[in-house]
């Protein structure tokens, strides 16, 4: 049986490793008038992450069109980012 392949149309722009990145990811970029499309990783039957190669602990593709990549990318650096800032305690 061939592997399936991603349509042409979409590409990947981030890939997450829980539940929770999947949702906040596609929400930041669905907020800032985007279309991103959500492909699962999960072993079917299993409901735990794959396990293979360069897709292992992933949970999620969130995957958008070639014309909405360049910004699609600039807003998930700039979430994460932003998160990275909060997550850091400041010194004393």
Same mark, same amino acid.
């Given at each position: 049986?061939?592997?399936?392949?991603?349509?042409?149309?979409?590409?990947? &722009?981030?890939r997450?490793?829980?539940?929770?990145?999947?949702?906040?990811?596609? %929400? &930041?970029?669905?907020?800032?008038?985007?279309?991103?499309?959500?492909?699962? $990783?999960?072993?079917?039957?299993y409901?735990?992450?794959?396990?293979?190669?360069?897709q292992?602990?992933?949970?999620?593709?969130?995957? &958008?069109?070639?014309?909405?990549?360049?910004?699609? $990318?600039?807003?998930?650096? %700039?979430?994460?980012?932003?998160?990275?800032?909060?997550?850091?305690?400041?010194?004393?």
């Amino acid at each position: 049986m061939p592997l399936l392949q991603p349509p042409g149309d979409v590409v990947v &722009v981030y890939r997450a490793t829980s539940d929770f990145a999947t949702i906040a990811v596609r %929400d &930041v970029l669905e907020a800032n008038g985007l279309r991103p499309m959500v492909r699962s $990783r999960r072993v079917p039957g299993y409901n735990v992450p794959t396990l293979i190669g360069d897709q292992a602990g992933i949970v999620a593709e969130i995957l &958008v069109r070639p014309a909405e990549e360049a910004a699609a $990318r600039a807003l998930i650096s %700039d979430f994460l980012g932003g998160l990275g800032d909060a997550a850091t305690p400041e010194d004393s």
